[in-house]
């Protein structure tokens, strides 16, 4: 096979996935604020994209210039050069888009963004008048020169730069943005004209640095490698200290790494130019010029200020599932029949009303957990501490590597501790990624468990933004499976062989693999075959190379990935029976859906693992498989109705590039998310008809016309 054909750059790939992002911010059937979110959104992205994977191509550089990655063949230097070059073409993009959001916003609802060249001379009076009284006493000017060092510049923290006048060497000053005033000042009209504060700072800079000749200045915003690594430090188990304890360190020593990217928001001359690249070590294809604001994080102040509806998506509320019967105990109705949570169209609230009634059961003995990432106030997090102080012997390992949430979880782990859970961290080099929990039971005749896998985190407020599933079951066999993961991780060790569940790292991938291997041996006899995945990202050269000897063997191959793609379909000969899909809409696509068979005999699996290398043989995960025949066909019917959106879809075209899909003459369009909203509205009407016509027939219940209508908001 000529491997590099259907080989995608990883980084590349993704580079496609945020340009996706930007794409529903030019979308004009997107409501306004809903686009400014996408650019902040997509910006937001470029940042951790920096601050990790061009961090990290920068450390791989240095530490082996010639090394290649293992699909395209390309150096880290060659990466980085395409990363730069098409970075510079999707900034301008932005810029423009941007502009024309604001452009629009002020026609139709007098939202403007003022500069000092077209502020009324009232502004200009008020502005004066803001800065000397509330700016300059806060304001802490710097001087660089060869007297004065450079200063730390803090990650993504906007500076106003400032070239002064001197006769020997170059002078520079810096301001950084005031943090205790607020970024968005109001103008008048209601908040709806506003100028930035670093605007302010900027045009205010000549009298900041008033004994000086200022020469030039700009707005500069600085993005720094994030890439950590816990093996930096050394840490011998006989010594004082915790695990915890050099995150801890890993997390200070983050904020302190080198600068990877500069923005400017419009050219200095060139000696301050070259003086700022020269103090930040930065070589002139990582600098970014932009027209645009350096940091789009204020964009949603606008939410309170434009209050019209027809700006922002519809209301769409979780509604509790059709399956959950509200006044039934969650372990019995589990018990009964398995229960599958389908977010955000459904609410988490009945996996946290599990939660809360194990911990207050006095039959429950034990509830183990892995925590990834979870809300800022979590109702999980309160559930276990409850169960402890109950008496329950309480598990949580907490993964204390989650990029960007490691202080979160160190807090975290600190309180669960402090409850009297027991908190481990799971092995050394490996990540504990899987959503598993498993609680268990002493009755009198026998010891029962209930077990519970997610494909997303135990989080409330991700719950209403990402799409996810979850999977609730009384099977034993599952559930010792469970068993076998938790007490492998509280022992250091790695789960070798499963019988039922997909346990990454040593028992996923082969699985995978094996089934994909039976559907090329059908389609050989001449029978019908069929592979349908739904994941985040596809990365893994192994899984790649196997799906295209499937579609050579004549497999129908139908993968909906939405982030980074490294495999291309279409091309004649070798992946022309796999077809891609990739959906960026109002809500982020993030379940995992795995599907090795025709619809009749097909195995399901949900699974908190992507199928890249990090995930399938450098991490703990698992995926569980779907017995119950009505989850089955379910998750069937969901799989082909995402697959089969004609809104929200891109397709991959054979040259690696995406096409947004339109419905065709005469053809309904289907928007998945919408589609999935709204039948979960249906189901709780109709669940709620059936209520009421058992409250008529028993006369314990008066009708009341308001009861939908509360059933609807009150999750």
């Known amino acids: 096979m000529a491997e590099p054909q259907i080989f995608d750059n990883r980084e590349l790939s993704w580079l496609k996935f945020n340009e996706r992002v930007l794409e529903e911010a030019q979308d004009s059937k997107v409501p306004l604020l809903e686009r400014l979110s996408f650019i902040s959104i997509f910006q937001t992205n470029l940042d951790e994209f920096f601050m990790v994977r061009v961090g990290s191509l920068y450390d791989q550089m240095l530490i082996d210039k010639d090394a290649r990655e293992n699909k395209t063949n390309m150096t880290a230097k060659q990466q980085l050069s395409k990363i730069f070059e098409?970075?510079?073409?999707?900034?301008?993009?932005?810029?423009?888009?941007?502009?024309?959001?604001?452009?629009?916003?002020?026609?139709?609802?007098?939202?403007?963004?003022?500069?000092?060249?077209?502020?009324?001379?009232?502004?200009?009076?008020?502005?004066?008048?803001?800065?000397?009284?509330?700016?300059?006493?806060?304001?802490?000017?710097?001087?660089?020169?060869?007297?004065?060092?450079?200063?730390?510049?803090?990650n993504k923290q906007i500076y106003t730069i400032v070239h002064l006048d001197s006769k020997s060497s170059v002078k520079i000053g810096i301001v950084p943005n005031v943090s205790a005033l607020k970024r968005v000042i109001s103008l008048g009209n209601g908040g709806k004209r506003f100028i930035l504060l670093e605007d302010v700072l900027l045009h205010y800079a000549d009298e900041i640095f008033e004994n000086y000749k200022v020469l030039d200045k700009t707005i500069i915003r600085i993005t720094r490698n994030a890439d950590i690594n816990e093996n930096e430090i050394q840490f011998d188990d006989d010594e004082d200290g915790t695990f915890r304890d050099v995150m801890e360190i890993l997390v200070k020593k983050r904020k302190k790494l080198s600068p990877i990217r500069l923005q400017l928001a419009n050219s200095l001359n060139p000696v301050a130019f070259d003086y700022l690249c020269k103090m930040l070590e930065l070589s002139e294809n990582q600098i970014f010029f932009t027209k645009a604001p350096l940091d789009f994080s204020f964009v949603y102040s606008f939410n309170d200020v434009l209050k019209d509806k027809s700006l922002v998506f519809n209301r769409l509320v979780p509604q509790t599932s059709s399956s959950v019967t509200r006044r039934t105990s969650m372990i019995n109705q589990i018990k009964q029949k398995d229960l599958l949570l389908s977010y955000p169209y459904e609410s988490i609230k009945s996996f946290i009303r599990l939660l809360t009634e194990a911990s207050f059961d006095d039959s429950v003995v034990s509830i183990k957990i892995t925590l990834y990432r979870v809300a800022k106030h979590s109702q999980i997090i309160d559930a276990l501490v409850d169960a402890a102080e109950n008496g329950k012997n309480v598990l949580v390992l907490v993964e204390l590597r989650a990029r960007f949430d490691e202080e979160n979880n160190i807090g975290w782990s600190k309180r669960l501790e402090s409850a009297g859970c027991t908190v481990i961290y799971g092995p050394k080099n490996i990540k504990v990624h899987s959503k598993l929990l498993l609680i268990t039971r002493k009755t009198k005749d026998s010891t029962e468990y209930i077990t519970q896998v997610g494909t997303g985190n135990y989080n409330e407020k991700t719950s209403t933004l990402y799409t996810d599933l979850s999977l609730m079951t009384a099977n034993v066999e599952i559930a010792l499976n469970a068993l076998d993961v938790f007490n492998s991780l509280s022992l250091g060790h790695l789960v070798e062989s499963s019988k039922h569940l997909l346990v990454a790292p040593n028992c996923l991938q082969n699985n995978v693999i094996d089934m994909i291997d039976h559907e090329?041996?059908?389609?050989?006899?001449?029978?019908?075959?069929?592979?349908?995945?739904?994941?985040?990202?596809?990365?893994?050269?192994?899984?790649?190379?196997?799906?295209?000897?499937?579609?050579?063997?004549?497999?129908?191959?139908?993968?909906?990935?939405?982030?980074?793609?490294?495999?291309?379909?279409?091309?004649?000969?070798?992946?022309?029976?796999?077809?891609?899909?990739?959906?960026?809409?109002?809500?982020?696509?993030?379940?995992?859906?795995?599907?090795?068979?025709?619809?009749?005999?097909?195995?399901?699996?949900?699974?908190?693992?992507?199928?890249?290398?990090?995930?399938?043989?450098?991490?703990?995960?698992?995926?569980?498989?779907?017995?119950?025949?009505?989850?089955?066909?379910?998750?069937?019917?969901?799989?082909?109705?995402?697959?089969?959106?004609?809104?929200?879809?891109?397709?991959?075209?054979?040259?690696?590039?995406?096409?947004?899909?339109?419905?065709?003459?005469?053809?309904?369009?289907?928007?998945?998310?919408?589609?999935?909203?709204?039948?979960?509205?249906?189901?709780?009407?109709?669940?709620?008809?059936?209520?009421?016509?058992?409250?008529?027939?028993?006369?314990?219940?008066?009708?009341?016309?308001?009861?939908?209508?509360?059933?609807?908001?009150?999750?």
């Open 520 to 715: 090329i041996q059908l389609a050989n006899q001449g029978e019908p075959a069929y592979i349908g995945i739904k994941i985040n990202s596809l990365s893994d050269k192994r899984i790649i190379l196997k799906l295209a000897e499937a579609s050579q063997a004549g497999v129908k191959v139908d993968l909906v990935v939405r982030g980074i793609c490294c495999l291309i379909s279409g091309i004649k000969g070798l992946t022309d029976n796999i077809t891609i899909h990739s959906i960026v809409g109002r809500y982020l696509e993030h379940s995992r859906i795995y599907i090795f068979g025709t619809h009749e005999r097909c195995k399901i699996y949900i699974s908190s693992a992507d199928y890249m290398t990090r995930n399938t043989v450098r991490r703990v995960e698992v995926a569980v498989p779907i017995y119950d025949s009505d989850i089955k066909e379910r998750l069937w019917n969901m799989f082909q109705t995402i697959f089969n959106d004609n809104v929200k879809t891109r397709v991959q075209l054979p040259d690696g590039t995406y096409k947004k899909i339109k419905p065709k003459k005469g053809e309904v369009p289907l928007d998945s998310q919408v589609y999935l909203f709204n039948q979960a509205y249906e189901n709780a009407r109709i669940v709620q008809e059936q209520h009421d016509a058992k409250a008529l027939d028993s006369q314990s219940f008066k009708n009341d016309d308001n009861f939908f209508n509360m059933f609807l908001k009150q999750d």
């Open 86 to 154: 098409r970075v510079k073409q999707l900034e301008p993009i932005k810029d423009v888009t941007y502009k024309k959001i604001m452009e629009e916003l002020e026609s139709l609802h007098g939202l403007k963004h003022i500069s000092f060249k077209n502020a009324t001379p009232d502004e200009l009076k008020y502005l004066d008048a803001y800065f000397h009284h509330e700016v300059r006493p806060l304001v802490s000017p710097l001087i660089i020169d060869k007297r004065h060092p450079f200063p730390f510049l803090n």
